[in-house]
């Protein structure tokens, strides 16, 4: 699995007080439901990221976006900001495994706007100056902004293998295609442009609307606190919506 090769390969922090937070953090998100995820998975998936955003890797010692970030090396990021990313990024990897399965064929095969499709210069950016602007951020929101962006770069390296990225339109773009899993922004992960949304409705009849509906809401809705990235009983939409495949059709159903 691309998605774990990744989450071995970063760095973390080992010290104790580091892994104190780790801990908790696989403790709070063991607790929360994750429908395509085993827990086993889900306990690796904390415990690598949360010990890399504790390293400070990502955690806003250079905002590009003007944020004052949470930058302090020897504390690592804050609890608050560090569980937004590993929430996110849980999220982001279930609808990953939900596109596998519903939508990249169809980007594939069937994309009326090859060879870019919706992959244009500036779909995996967080905030743009002018959403700064108009729709003012929290704190937070800003600084998950700027970490996303870090991550995005670090998850994109890692993914390309050295192939060059962002020749023709979005900057994580190869000749094979995306080299995010984890990291892409709220706009790029919840996009579904008509051809695709037709192909679910034909695909899956009513029970795909709810999931089409969520996705779009989620892609339009304006980012001003952190809890906006997310699109709440998404994933649980998606597993009703593969439910009209019959028993044998799950996701995965907690085995990733
Ligand atoms: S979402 Fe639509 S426009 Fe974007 S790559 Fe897929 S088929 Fe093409
Ligand atoms: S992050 Fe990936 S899917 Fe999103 S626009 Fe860039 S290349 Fe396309």
New binding site residues.
């Given amino acids: 699995m691309p998605i774990d090769g990744w989450l071995e390969a970063l760095p973390g922090r080992e010290d104790r007080s580091a892994g104190r937070h780790v801990a908790d953090d696989v403790a709070l998100f063991a607790g929360r439901d994750h429908p395509l995820l085993s827990t086993r998975t889900v306990r690796h998936h904390v415990s690598r990221l949360s010990a890399h955003l504790l390293a400070g890797d990502a955690s806003g010692r250079s905002g590009s976006t003007g944020s004052s970030g949470s930058a302090n090396p020897s504390r690592g990021m804050d609890d608050g900001l560090r569980r937004a990313l590993v929430g996110y990024s849980l999220y982001t990897r279930q609808l990953d495994m939900v596109q596998d399965r519903a939508t990249k064929r169809i980007c594939r095969d069937g994309c009326e706007r090859p060879p870019l499709?919706?992959?244009?210069r500036s779909?995996?950016v967080v905030f743009s100056l002018s959403d700064i602007m108009m729709q003012q951020p929290t704190g937070r929101a800003l600084r998950m902004g700027d970490a996303l962006a870090r991550l995005?770069a670090e998850e994109?390296a890692h993914h390309a293998h050295g192939a060059p990225m962002g020749e023709r339109?979005?900057?994580?773009?190869t000749a094979t295609?995306?080299?995010?899993h984890l990291f892409?922004?709220p706009l790029?992960?919840h996009?579904l442009c008509p051809t695709v949304a037709d192909a679910l409705s034909a695909a899956h009849g009513p029970e795909a609307a709810p999931f089409v509906a969520g996705m779009r809401r989620a892609a339009t809705r304006q980012l001003e606190r952190s809890a906006d990235f997310m699109e709440p009983g998404l994933i649980e939409a998606a597993v009703r919506m593969f439910a009209t495949d019959g028993a044998s059709g799950g996701t995965g159903g907690g085995s990733a």
């Avoid at 499709?117 to 244009?120: A, I, M």
């Avoid at 339109?169 to 773009?173: F, I």
């Avoid at 295609?177 to 995010?180: E, F, K, N, P």
């Fill in positions: 499709g919706c992959c244009n779909h995996n995005q994109g339109g979005c900057p994580y773009l295609g995306c080299t995010l892409k922004s790029c992960v996009y």
